[in-house]
């Protein structure tokens, strides 16, 4: 869907969109399409339960007195309602209404709204972020849909005073749906086209973009010490990678070597591509909805792509770790004792346990080598955490108070919501093992809690946030996510970026 911007004049011929406040009341453009079909908007409101509040909208189909084919009335509430959230969800709800389209084009009438915060310009810039948001399809290997069954609509102009101002607020904004894009591919593709080596890959398409890749395998891994992400990777037939992005677009820095940037952020992915929970295998009803389990490694990607895509002022660097949890032959036992790069020995209580083995290396390579001002990790890491949260919020673990606030509030402001959990000495006793450093499970009591605990005891001092986004998968619609991967943790982690560390 291709999205645009002009200078306001209602088309005679299509699909127009228009809003109304709260008690029906027609903005400056439905009151000019309102006289000259004669009142029919108005006795078509009259007619209807529709009263102009947020989140209500109508369809009029070939309005009388006009050669339109259909009119959409949408609801924008209170001056107060008016906000970047709502008007996202908005341009969500426009797309859902109109993706039928039948000549493939929709415009949408932004007017100026007396005692609103936003002017129409910036109205415009988000109500076309929420369309492009919400027009996501995985469809790819469907080859036989029906026409009927695709959405039609294939351009989208949005209509306001200071269209060339939209126009260029937006291009940002396009830039972060990109990211949002990609990580919902990735996540969504199945686990025979989407492995460590062709994950790498994907990571390593960003170049183009000015990302600089490199991808470790093996015994390169090896070499570091890597026992307890290489441990996990063991059954599988296919080699596990670490990939290491850089997006340099910060101030350089002292000391820090000639043209080399100043410390950067990191961002921590798990990119476990198929979990079979190795030898601790999981029982077979939705096992194969475990190819999500790179979900927190997808997001990580999409963050770097959105971040250089819109060239923000940052140094960042996401690492991911990519494997493949198998159970054959090879694959590690449960009881098996491995040794981390941190040099801390790990007891594998429980083989599908694994996701904190990887991000265990992931996490102390990261800040090894890069001496981050923060990191922050995203995994798919416990099923514990949906049975506290469900779907409605990831759970946000931290040594660090500033961080946790910062990382919540980019949460409320994107719709990709934080709920912080605890960590404390009590949890932290439970991980300990009696023949290791640690063991990887610490039973079914405060399982999210006790992972977290694990992942902290690889970070040193450096402050982190660790983002449990086990509910990644979405069952049904939302106003900007269709049902399917979300790729949540991309807008959230832009806007952590945009709000407090850019340049």
Known sequence: M???????????????????????KLSASAVKLDKKSGGALSRAIRASNFEGKKGQSLNVMALAG???DEVMIVGLGKAGDIT?????????LIYAGTKQAKKGSVTVAVD?????????????????????LRSYRFDKYKTKQKAVDKPSIKFLTLQCAGFANARKRYAALGKIADGVF??????????????????????KTLEKLGVKVQVLGEAQMKKLGMGALLGVGQGSARESKLVVMQWNGGPKGKGAGKGNAAQPIAFVGKGVTFDTGGISLKPRDGLDILKI????????????KALAGRKAQVNVVGVIGCVENMPDGNAQRPGDIVTSMSGQTIEVIDTDAEGRLVLADALHYTNQRFKPKFMVNLATLTGAIMVALAHHNAGLFSNNDQLAERLTQAGLEVDETLWRMPLGEAYDKMIDSKIADMKNLAGRLGGSITAAQFLQRHVDNTPWAHIDISGIWAETDTPTVPEGATGFGVRLLDRLVKNHYES
């Open 2 to 24: 291709k999205i645009t911007f002009a200078k306001p004049g209602l088309p005679s011929t299509g699909v127009v969109v228009v809003s109304a406040g709260t008690g029906s």
């Open 66 to 68: 006009t050669k339109l």
């Open 84 to 92: 970047e959230l709502e008007m996202q969800h908005l341009g969500g």
């Open 112 to 132: 100026e709204i007396s005692d609103a915060k936003m002017t129409a310009a910036g109205i415009a810039t988000e109500i076309a972020y929420g369309a492009q």
């Open 182 to 203: 990609m990580t919902r591919d990735l996540v969504s593709e199945p686990g025979n086209v989407i492995y460590p080596d062709t994950l790498a890959k994907q990571a």
């Open 293 to 304: 389990d790179m979900g927190g490694s997808g997001a990580v990607i999409g963050l770097m």
